[in-house]
């Protein structure tokens, strides 16, 4: 009787991986590749979908400011018209006793109908300025939300994968394909918008 059994180790492993592969090795391989796949492009999603909201609430930060400039410019613009209004009120009664009224008056009414204009416009450029930073700002929140529905459907394509490698079923990878392609589709449709 031999002392020593000798086992063929080399031998051993080819079976053994040989085994793993009629198994399934391969296909979890291909599950944990897309998988990383997904895994990649969600990550990059998420990052764009942070960034551009990001922006978009910097942007209607900024249209809130613009917005409030706009009122003060409006509330200035009704000031000098209260104020041309009492200057013209007062050369009125001066006319109504039949008296010829201080020409300062005339003058003065005639000076706030002019600021009023340049008022007038600074105000209207400040709501354009608001509604250009609104319509960037709804934009970026649609590319936005594009990105997070993106990052989603990545997530799930994950979780499918990971019940596909625990169940072996290739019809839930597949599931699992379709779903991160989508994903991914709706990822790069957001650089054209």
């Known amino acids: 009787m031999p002392e020593d059994v000798e086992i063929d180790v080399d031998k051993l492993h080819e079976t053994i991986k040989e085994e793993v592969e009629r198994k399934g090795g391969g296909f979890l391989r291909r599950i944990a590749l897309t998988t990383a796949v997904f895994a990649a492009f969600a990550a990059v999603a998420a990052l764009q979908a942070g960034g551009t909201v990001n922006e978009a609430l910097l942007l209607k930060t900024e249209a809130t400011r613009?917005?409030?400039?706009a009122s003060d410019q409006w509330a200035f613009y009704q000031a000098k018209g209260i104020k041309a209004t009492v200057a013209e009120a007062s050369?009125?009664?001066w006319l109504a006793s039949n008296r010829t009224p201080p020409e300062a008056f005339k003058q003065t009414a005639d000076r706030y109908a002019k600021e009023q204009e340049e008022i007038q416009k600074a105000a209207?450029?400040?709501e354009a300025e608001r509604d250009e930073k609104?319509?960037?700002?709804?934009h970026l929140l649609?590319?936005?939300r594009?990105?997070?529905?993106?990052?989603a459907l990545l997530q799930v394509a994950i979780a499918l994968g990971?019940?596909?490698a625990l169940t072996a079923a290739p019809p839930m990878w597949w599931c699992s394909v379709v779903t991160g392609l989508s994903g991914i589709v709706l990822f790069s449709a957001q650089f054209f918008r």
């Open 91 to 93: 050369r009125e009664a």
């Open 162 to 164: 990971a019940v596909a």
């Open 146 to 151: 594009g990105f997070a529905n993106s990052v």
């Open 134 to 138: 609104s319509r960037e700002a709804d």
């Open 66 to 69: 613009a917005q409030a400039e």
């Open 142 to 144: 649609l590319r936005h």
């Open 124 to 126: 209207r450029e400040k």
